[in-house]
């Protein structure tokens, strides 16, 4: 299993980005996907999940109405839209997917937001 996240980088407060997830080594299609971040000096949190098939999505309180979970299933990508970006954004984001019990991540993409 690899996931490969990008898309990261430096925004102003109220910019956008797009972070996009290249997965492979596993039947993508078939599991449900997931967005967590980590900002310094604190825990991982869950952000956005994405079903495998109705593509039902759940979105963390803090990002609602701002970020946008998605997926190809057959580029095997997963995307995460981020609109009006706040300060507090700021962090590592991670891909995430639980293939046959296993938990795995890609190595993250840096997200700033600042003036």
């Known amino acids: 299993v690899q996931l490969v996240e990008s898309g990261g980088g430096l925004v102003q407060p109220g910019g956008s980005l797009r972070l996009s997830c290249a997965a492979s080594?596993?039947?993508?299609?078939?599991?449900?996907m997931r967005w967590d971040r980590q900002a310094p000096g604190k825990e991982r949190e869950f952000v956005a999940f994405?079903?495998?098939?109705?593509?039902?999505?759940i979105y963390a309180r803090s990002v609602k109405g701002r970020f946008t979970i998605s997926r190809d299933n057959d580029k095997n990508t997963v995307y995460l839209q981020m609109n009006s970006l706040k300060p507090e954004d700021t962090a590592v984001y991670y891909c995430?997917?639980?293939?046959?019990?296993?938990?795995?991540w890609g190595q993250g993409t840096q997200v700033t937001v600042s003036s």
């Open positions: 080594g596993f039947a993508f299609s078939r599991y449900v």
């Open positions: 995430r997917a639980l293939v046959s019990g296993n938990d795995y």
């Open positions: 994405i079903a495998s098939t109705n593509d039902s999505t």
